[in-house]
């Protein structure tokens, strides 16, 4: 139609929804004019007909046009280059978008990432030392970008062998350290993982090396603490510890942890 011919009457919908004139579009010189807002982030459908009048008939046109809505930037991107980190051995969450582009408009691909929803993603990185994830979209002009995000790895840090969830220097009573639980934890670590310990050595001073299974001191080990005399400090090293839900990740060798006996 040409500029100079308005339409009669219309019947639209959006997104199936049926438009009312008057409030929701106005009639004009060639075509319609929509009143309503654009709505949601996302493509949105425009559906009906038109009618014009042209020599005394009604020409009907069909209305099929869509239209994507992009979200007003309200935040900045702030990230610090040189912690661009994902640890081996860990899941690692992330959230990947586009600012502008709806997530269902946006994906991403690297070795290790799995998409968990909308734009959470966890990244369980493999071997080498770094590893590129690509974000890409589309925009509303269907212009296709993609944009490409290295980040370290690294592994996870040495962790601490503890006795009575104390680590480094200890002070205990014997009847305390006979029961003691032999751990393992991650100080200052950003994820909160559930370490156990499967087995230790135990050494008192003038006594035989005992190798124990488990995180507790078996019969050898308390029968040499019994010997310890007051003052004297034994030590819980070799400590073999492994994450609970990845029990395939080797951890780096755990710290000893020094007990000094106080009766």
Same mark, same amino acid.
């Given at each position: 139609?040409?500029? *100079?011919?308005?339409?009669?009457? #219309?019947?639209?919908?959006? +997104?199936?929804?049926?438009?009312?004139?008057? =409030?929701?579009?106005?009639?004009?010189?060639?075509?319609?004019? /929509?009143? @309503?807002?654009?709505? *949601?982030?996302?493509?949105?459908?425009?559906?009906?007909? /038109?009618?014009?009048?042209?020599?005394?008939?009604?020409?009907?046109?069909?209305?099929? =046009?869509?239209?994507?809505?992009?979200?007003?930037?309200?935040?900045?991107? &702030?990230?610090? +280059?040189?912690?661009?980190?994902?640890?081996?051995?860990?899941?690692?969450? /992330? *959230?990947?978008?586009?600012? !502008? &582009?709806?997530?269902?408009?946006? *994906?991403? =691909?690297?070795?290790?990432?799995?998409?968990?929803?909308?734009?959470?993603?966890?990244?369980?990185?493999?071997?080498?030392?770094?590893?590129?994830?690509?974000?890409?979209?589309?925009?509303?002009?269907?212009?296709?970008?993609?944009?490409?995000?290295?980040?370290?790895?690294?592994? @996870?840090?040495?962790?601490? !062998?503890?006795?009575?969830?104390?680590?480094?220097?200890?002070?205990?009573?014997?009847?305390?350290?006979? @029961?003691?639980? &032999?751990? #393992?934890?991650?100080?200052?670590?950003?994820?909160?993982?559930?370490?156990?310990?499967?087995?230790?050595?135990?050494?008192?001073?003038?006594?035989?090396?005992?190798?124990?299974?488990?995180?507790?001191?078996?019969?050898? #080990?308390?029968?040499?603490?019994?010997? #310890?005399?007051?003052? +004297?400090?034994?030590?819980?090293?070799?400590?073999?510890?492994?994450?609970?839900?990845?029990?395939?990740?080797?951890?780096?060798?755990?710290?000893?942890?020094? &007990?000094?006996?106080?009766?």
């Amino acid at each position: 139609t040409d500029n *100079s011919s308005t339409p009669v009457k #219309a019947d639209l919908t959006l +997104d199936g929804r049926k438009l009312s004139e008057g =409030s929701d579009y106005r009639l004009e010189a060639g075509g319609i004019k /929509m009143l @309503i807002g654009a709505g *949601s982030p996302g493509d949105h459908e425009v559906k009906g007909t /038109m009618v014009f009048q042209q020599d005394g008939n009604e020409v009907i046109v069909p209305v099929n =046009s869509s239209f994507a809505v992009i979200s007003k930037p309200n935040s900045a991107l &702030i990230a610090a +280059d040189k912690m661009n980190v994902v640890y081996r051995g860990v899941a690692n969450p /992330m *959230s990947i978008s586009i600012p !502008g &582009i709806p997530d269902n408009k946006v *994906s991403a =691909s690297a070795p290790g990432l799995k998409k968990i929803s909308a734009s959470k993603y966890v990244m369980n990185p493999g071997t080498g030392r770094t590893v590129k994830i690509t974000a890409s979209g589309t925009l509303p002009d269907g212009q296709r970008i993609s944009t490409p995000a290295e980040f370290r790895i690294k592994d @996870i840090p040495r962790p601490s !062998g503890t006795v009575s969830k104390q680590d480094g220097t200890v002070k205990m009573p014997r009847g305390n350290m006979e @029961i003691a639980t &032999i751990g #393992a934890m991650l100080e200052d670590f950003d994820f909160d993982l559930n370490l156990k310990v499967s087995g230790f050595k135990f050494k008192v001073p003038g006594q035989p090396t005992v190798s124990v299974n488990g995180d507790r001191l078996n019969g050898m #080990a308390i029968t040499a603490l019994k010997r #310890a005399k007051r003052g +004297d400090v034994v030590q819980v090293f070799d400590v073999e510890a492994y994450i609970t839900n990845n029990k395939t990740y080797k951890l780096k060798k755990v710290s000893p942890v020094v &007990i000094e006996i106080t009766n």
